[in-house]
């Protein structure tokens, strides 16, 4: 019998919000993808509830925001214990919020629009085995189906066969053992709707799926039991009462189970033809919702990389620059993570102290906080820059208000009128207030608009924005020249002749 064979240009193993996102966007650039999920079904478990402001800027540039807003409940500050958080209203965003909803709800749009997009995505595919060559990378999977490509992207959690596989190590230490999860009814709605709780005894959380289930989430400092047990509704009740003041009526657990929460982080996201995004690169505690809006950020910064590579505008070198980028944010998501539980966790007198102090002054602490949201969210999250860079180079680019710089013609799509929107087209945004003449040999590769205030911040400079929404290069009234250099450098050589 002869062996099945695919090839394709990318393989994505893991079937997860960042596998999906990151499939999708290559397929929408025109490339051949295989995703392989060793589920034979998609699952209802959801570890994630909060979607963060920089994520929802990335659903917004796939057109997917609204839709996702639309099955959850925007906050405006996130609890992290007690009364203690982040305000999240005053950022500078479309989204100034944490959406909570399940993450099966951004599975499930993410999952449409790859498929959508032309993405093949095969269930029930256990990888078993992987080489690679100068040429590309083989995966070989337990139904004997061998799979070829360019190149591949473990996405597949924090027990990753891909990351096993390549023999990369996964330093770290467990942060917490015996954390009880449960999926409950409550006869009493809790006032608000991400309910957090932290003492003496333990901690404690609580999130609506919005089907009339709550996700609990519970840790008992004084008893511990083995991953995988399945504790009693009773315990789970116990132990959020002493944390949180009640137990909300607590009944008819669906599901029940306990699981351990790990720091860890592989030292390098890339090995030869092979790259790691998400809980495969990176895990840490739940503390703040970070895990899914990092992997999902992680795809972003990688997607648009491979595109360019695999078509020929950039040579394989820009993918080193995912490690350089995407590393550091993974270090900072631990570091703050690890922060909040172990502050949440504390059982020395003088931290316990400092939980209590930041409790008790609540709003006082503005400044603060202010950071925290611009960190939490990924507002605040940048990139390295070269030593000469505008300053605006490597940093998250706001939703500018755009206008056309010429008149659509009949049957023509009216041009985008913000940012978020031109970025859905996938490729390179050049914001100018007239610099068509320059970008006519990229038309191809490149959306070219103007500000809508001609006379704002803007007035004269050019600026360039990756498909992620970064600055890639900026100048103050730069020549003709200096805008043909910066295209070539960023997109190649010119596709079309001026």
């Known amino acids: ?50 979607v963060h402001a920089r994520t929802l800027e990335l659903l917004d540039a796939r057109g997917l925001a609204d839709d996702l807003i639309a099955t959850g409940r925007p906050l405006t500050s ?37 498929v959508a997009a032309g993405a093949t995505i095969v269930r029930g595919s256990e990888v078993t085995g992987l080489r690679q060559d100068a ?67 333990g901690f404690a959380f609580l999130a609506p799926f919005g089907d009339g289930y709550y996700r609990v ?33 607590m009944h ?32 840490h505690s739940p503390a703040g919702g970070q895990g899914m809006n990092t992997g999902l950020q992680d795809a972003a910064n990688l997607s648009w990389k491979l595109a360019a590579v695999l078509h020929g505008r950039a040579t394989d070198a820009l993918l080193d620059s995912y490690q350089t980028e995407r590393h550091p944010v993974g270090k ?18 003088p931290t316990r102290a400092l939980r209590g102090a930041l409790t008790a002054l609540g709003s006082h602490l503005d400044p603060v906080t202010e950071r925290g949201a611009r960190m939490v969210s990924g507002i605040d ?3 390295p820059a070269p030593k000469d860079a505008h300053p605006l180079v490597g940093k998250r680019v706001p939703d500018l208000r755009l206008t056309a710089i010429e008149k659509p013609r009949d049957g023509e799509p009216d041009a985008p009128e913000r940012l978020y929107e031109a970025l859905r087209a996938g490729k390179f945004v050049l914001v100018s207030n007239d610099v068509q003449s320059a970008a006519a040999p990229w038309a191809d590769e490149l959306v070219t608009v103007a500000p809508a205030d001609p006379h704002g911040k803007l007035r004269d400079t050019v600026l360039l924005i990756r498909p992620d929404g970064y600055a890639a290069w900026a100048a103050v009234d730069p020549g003709h020249r200096d805008i043909t250099e910066a295209l070539t450098a960023h997109l190649g050589a010119a596709t079309t002749t001026a």
Request: proline share 4%.
């Open 252 to 283: 008819e657990a669906r599901w029940a189970s306990t699981f351990h929460s790990d720091e860890r982080q592989v030292p390098n996201y890339r090995s030869g033809r092979v790259f790691l995004a998400g809980d495969a690169a990176h895990c």
């Open 1 to 50: 019998m002869t062996a099945k064979q695919t090839v394709t240009d990318v393989l994505i193993v893991g079937a997860g919000p960042t596998g999906l996102l990151l499939a999708g966007d290559l397929a929408a650039a025109g490339l051949t993808v295989t995703l392989l999920e060793k589920r034979g079904a998609e699952s209802n478990l959801t570890r994630a509830f909060a």
């Open 78 to 114: 996130l609890k992290m214990f007690n009364r203690f958080g982040v305000e999240l209203g005053n950022l500078p965003t479309r989204f100034p919020f944490v959406l909570i909803t399940p993450q099966y709800n951004v599975e499930r749009l993410l999952h449409e629009r790859a």
């Open 135 to 201: 040429e590309g990378v083989t995966l070989e999977t337990a139904d004997g189906t061998t799979h070829r490509a360019r190149y591949a992207v473990g996405t597949d959690g924090v027990r990753s066969t891909v990351r096993e596989l390549l023999g990369v190590p996964f330093p770290g230490e467990s942060v917490v053992d015996s954390v009880l999860l449960a999926d409950v009814r409550l006869e009493r709605e809790p006032e608000d709707t991400i309910t957090v709780g932290a003492g003496s005894a």
């Open 381 to 383: 999250i940048t990139y």
């Open 332 to 349: 900072t998501v631990l570091r703050t993570s690890g922060a909040l539980i172990r502050l949440a966790l504390a059982e020395s007198a």
């Open 217 to 249: 989430i519970a840790w008992d400092r004084n008893e511990s039991v083995p991953d995988g047990t399945t504790p009693s509704l009773e315990r789970i009740a116990a132990v959020t009462e002493a944390a949180i003041g009640e137990d909300f009526g």
